[in-house]
């Protein structure tokens, strides 16, 4: 009689084990759905066709941003400058961006935060020269006329490669063009060379044919592309930022795996030729960080600003105040490589 009493209470026991069982997968399945059935939040994002916005087209491509509950909004724009200005001007949530317009804003006293690097390459920017110009190597562009664009990575690089090679921007003529009037400029011998990005770097290089000579420093300069908000919106909207960078996350991961099939996503998206893609493909590195090779390039930058008198500022701003570490500490804590 005992015994059966006591099987009797194992089977009462196992059963409401069973039912608990089966209310907390109920309720964690119904969670999902009505987490599924929310409203995508939207969102509007600046970002560009330039390869160091990979992850963001392959985020949207793949559904990452919907996965995430965001709906993207795009806002596109010909180089990151540009897209900045339109979170600076309240137009966009996010911006895709070099860390040179970043130090520019900040020192106009921008209220902005960096919340993730994207890409880094030290061989994304260049100098392109026609060769009929008297242009084979660096130390020839003295007293030529050189395009680039004001505020940008391309306007550092120069200088950097003139500053290596034992010039100055006095030594040369600088001539301001926005990165769509570069190959017109130089292909009608408006200019002797320019300095310039990926893709209108290769594709100008690859127009001048025999008679382009392009230079190239992977030591003196890396350019980080990276994630940029207004302070007030992240610190208004943390989950919204965290959900970003999830979905950026899971592009990294899917880019890292399959190289050939987020190419063909970005010349859909971009209507770049995939050829093009390839070419300049191996020369980026897509990964979501946040580490002391940002901080140290703002830093760069600042003195060959202040230097040149490019701003009015006479001291060095405190950079870590404008990157915001805690998002993606939380969403991945192994990618934040930087010290506070």
Known sequence: MIILIQRIGSYVSLVVILVALVACQKSSSESEQQQSAKPLQKITVAYTY??????????????????????????????GKAALDTVIGNQADFATVAETPIMFNVLKGEKIFVLANIEASSMNNGVVARKTAGVSAPGDLKGKRIGFTPGTSGDFFLDSLLTANGLTRNEIQPIALNPEEMQEAIMAKKVDAVSIWNYPLTQINQQLGDDGAIFYDREIYTETFNIVARQEFVQKNPETVERFLSALIKAEEFVAKNPDEAQVIMSAATKIDQNLIRDVWNDFNYHVVLDQT??????????????????????????????????????KPEALRMNR
């Not at 003195?303 to 405190?318: E, F, G, S, V």
């Open 50 to 79: 330039q390869p160091q916005g990979t992850l963001v087209h392959v985020a949207v491509a793949k559904g990452y941003f919907v996965e995430e509950g965001l709906d993207v909004q795009p806002l596109m724009r010909t180089f």
């Open 294 to 331: 940002l901080l140290l390039t703002l830093e760069d930058e600042t003195r060959w600003a202040m230097k040149n008198k490019l701003t009015d500022q006479t001291a060095m701003p405190d950079y870590l105040s404008f990157i915001h570490l805690d998002s993606l500490k939380r969403v």
